[in-house]
């Protein structure tokens, strides 16, 4: 059985390595990193090219294609792998919308009772700008599109809610994604996430995991794409674990279905918890980075038939599979990340980091340079080890992650703490 990820993150590195523990299971990556050659083939691809996927997959006598990013699930490239009669994770371009279009995803909300923040939609920026300022309530502005994570603004008050239109609509910083924008009301509590993978009707839960979005230790500092991420989530207690798989998964998979866009792949969906309800605050049609290093640590058993399964629309004899009791994943990232940042770094110290017990050093933005590893991307390397407890997996990942040496190594030294009695 051939399979090929597609993606070059360090999500994208732990589904390939978890996929290549199967038996019987060969593993491409494309475009892939330095770290993933270790587990699979890697050749190159450009991921905005369906046409090049498709060929690349034909060539390779490809079974299966795992879809690890957003942007070519939203482009189609799960339609056009199907149509060339070659089984693809993920959910197709008109299933996508979920995360592809935020106003799609709250209309179908709307349309099919799930629990979300109330909202009007605009594609006039003055009529938006009128509402922000007759309205009472604090907000939220989103551009309709994708907008690599940075088309959000929690606004302070109406001036930063205005500006927010005026920086997605007039000045379209996020281009075409901005034609519309969403402006919700703004819940408070606190935030989890929850991944399930579908076949379009059933589905399997998983673990529960939580990643860190904010730059610096106390949650502070800029967004991110995640520095650091752990599995389970203490705040998803069976009582809200039940809610969210009865309020939300169900409902949003049921209506999916009955309007002819039947979800099958990934649904990862950030939540907020308001007074022990949960409320969705977005739809992700793919695996979290670096939720997925976490939950593909723990994973135990053979993975293929949850992918498999899920892209031929049956996953009725698969069940989830956890191992090991926790896991922590942390980022090592460039110095400057999230803003600008510096490439080309050497990389030292990766064998003695695998060495750690239980650590599996995935690996994001790097690149192989005259035999050395050397950086090439925010986010370099996601450190992730299992343990028996999160403060077990921590001291194990933080261990691991002394070992590896690179100029100006930036992470966070708290990931987990929500769930851990001690840091450091
Ligand atoms: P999203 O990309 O829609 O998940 O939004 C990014 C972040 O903005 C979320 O992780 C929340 O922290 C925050 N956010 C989004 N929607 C709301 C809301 N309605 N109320 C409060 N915070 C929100
Ligand atoms: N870790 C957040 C994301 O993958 O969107």
Redesign the pocket.
């Known amino acids: 059985m051939r399979v090929l990820v597609l993606g070059s993150g360090a999500r994208e590195h732990a589904l390939a390595w978890r996929l290549a523990r199967d038996e019987g299971v060969e593993v491409w990556c494309a475009p892939g990193n330095a770290g993933v050659e270790a587990v699979a083939k890697v050749v190159p691809v450009d991921l905005s090219d369906v046409a090049a996927v498709v060929s690349l997959a034909r060539a390779e006598g490809i079974d299966l294609v795992v879809v690890g990013p957003e942007a070519p699930l939203v482009a189609g490239v799960v339609d056009a792998l199907e149509d060339a009669g070659i089984a693809a994770f993920g959910p197709n371009r008109a299933a996508a919308r979920l995360e592809g279009s935020?106003v799609f995803a709250k209309e179908l909300m709307a349309r099919h009772g799930v629990p979300t923040?109330g909202f009007r939609v605009f594609d006039d920026p003055d009529a938006a700008c009128a509402y922000i300022r007759a309205a009472s309530r604090p907000l939220?502005v989103?551009a309709d599109g994708l907008a690599a994570?940075k088309g959000?603004v929690?606004a302070d008050g109406p001036e930063d809610a205005v500006a927010a239109v005026d920086h997605i609509m007039r000045e379209r910083a996020f281009g075409d994604a901005g034609a519309r924008v969403l402006i919700?009301?703004?819940?408070?509590g606190p935030?989890v996430s929850y991944h399930v993978v579908s076949d379009g009707e059933r589905y399997v839960a998983l673990a529960s995991a939580q990643d860190h979005?904010r730059a610096f230790d106390g949650d502070r500092g800029p967004n991110t794409g995640g520095m650091g991420a752990y599995s389970p989530a203490p705040m998803v207690t069976p009582e809200v674990e039940r809610a969210i798989c009865e309020r939300v998964v169900e409902p949003t998979l049921r209506g999916m279905a009955a309007e002819g866009a039947a979800f099958r792949g990934a649904l990862f969906i950030?939540l907020?918890i308001v007074d022990g309800a949960p409320f969705v605050?977005?739809y992700n049609v793919r695996f979290g980075d670096p939720e997925c290093e976490a939950l593909m640590a723990r994973w135990d058993g053979p993975v293929l038939p949850l992918f498999m399964g899920s892209a031929r629309g049956d996953l009725r004899e698969v069940r989830p599979a956890c191992g090991a009791p926790a896991s922590v994943c942390v980022v090592l990232a460039s110095a400057g990340y999230p803003g600008a940042y510096d490439k080309g770094k050497r990389v030292d110290g990766l064998d003695e980091a695998a060495g750690v017990e239980g650590v599996t050093v995935f690996h994001a933005g790097t690149r192989r340079e005259a035999g050395a590893t050397v950086t090439s991307g925010g986010r370099v390397l996601a450190v992730t080890a299992v343990g028996e407890d999160i403060d077990d997996a921590a001291a194990r990942a933080y261990r691991a992650v002394e070992c590896v040496r690179f100029e100006g190594k930036q992470l966070r030294r708290d990931i987990g703490w929500q769930a851990r009695r001690r840091l450091g």
Not at 184 to 188: A, G, S
């Open positions: 935020k923040a939220v989103k994570g959000v929690v919700e009301e703004r819940l408070v935030e979005k950030g907020m605050l977005e």
